[in-house]
């Protein structure tokens, strides 16, 4: 394995890093603890460092914890001009699970794009996961809904429009110096400061062609040119009912709180589906009030056993 200096890396004396072949790509992902596995995957714009004190925590509770860096996120290497789709990472997440946990099911908590992606995998793969954890997106189906007719709700989502369009994006991140990332993380929670996380994302994401792989998520969700033809069936799956046990924290501050009581028809009515709102927390909840969110991941997944 290279230098964690070399790749983006940085040193969590409590987790290693690992790698996985999985659909062409070489994951890298974090590791720690022993036990049932839990999956966490991170959002935008992030990467898997995102989870550092929920691995600690659920590491020292009995769990075996991944953290991975989904394509387009600096350690994790793929092909140019590759597939960011919602149905190849929930095909990828699936497969990390297959191949980590002896086909099993597992645990799994998402935030931002890992929600998104864990909603897919719940959809199109609910014999992958065990319970899932899902912090601050509420369904996919029902944030689409809210956008046809909340000019709000838009505005909030302005970065998805503005995602759409070519070369503005890119050139908009890498100048200056990825201060847009900045912007974002300000923006969506405003009253929590994590600079040092936030200044390590930046460096992360300017590596390479992060920029243009990490934008290829939001262009896939919405223009179907971005997407992998041959996971079409898999695509169209995606936003099945779920019957998996699922939780969606989020935070007070976060307007996308509203549209949580108006995803209920997304669930199964077998599936368990509830939702809580976090004080004092905007949109990376999982880092603002890591405690409380912690202790919540750990008594969602230890109804299981």
Known sequence: MQHPQSTGMKSIDYADHKFLQIQGAEYCYLEAGEGPLVLLIHGYPDNAYSWE???????????????????????????????????????DMTT???????????FLVGQDWGAAISYGVMGAFPQSVTRAMVLAIPHPVEVMRTLKKSPRHC????????????????????????????FLWHLWSPD????????HVIDAMLQ?????????????????KYRDPELESVFDRLNDQIV???????????????????????????????????DQAGHFLH????????????DWISKAS
């Open 53 to 91: 004190h929920q691995i600690r925590f659920l590491a020292q509770n009995g769990y075996r914890v991944i953290a991975p860096f989904t394509r387009g996120y600096a350690p994790t290497r793929t092909v140019e001009n590759g597939f960011f789709d919602r149905a190849t990472l929930a095909l």
């Open 96 to 106: 990390l699970i297959e191949q980590l946990n002896d086909g099993k099911p597992a």
């Open 155 to 182: 505005l909030r989502s302005f970065h998805w429009f503005l995602f759409q369009l070519p070369w503005l994006p890119e050139r908009l991140i890498r100048w200056p110096r990825g201060q847009f990332l900045n």
């Open 192 to 199: 929590f400061n994590d600079q040092k996380h936030v200044d």
């Open 208 to 224: 390479g062609h992060s920029v243009e792989d990490t934008l290829a998520y939001y262009r896939a969700a919405i223009q179907k």
């Open 244 to 278: 998996v046990p699922t939780r969606v924290l989020c935070g007070q501050q976060d307007m996308r709180k509203e549209l949580l009581p108006r995803a209920t028809d997304q669930f199964a009515d077998s599936a368990e589906y509830q939702w809580k709102l976090i």
């Open 287 to 298: 880092r603002e009030q890591l405690d409380i969110v912690n202790r919540e991941i750990l």
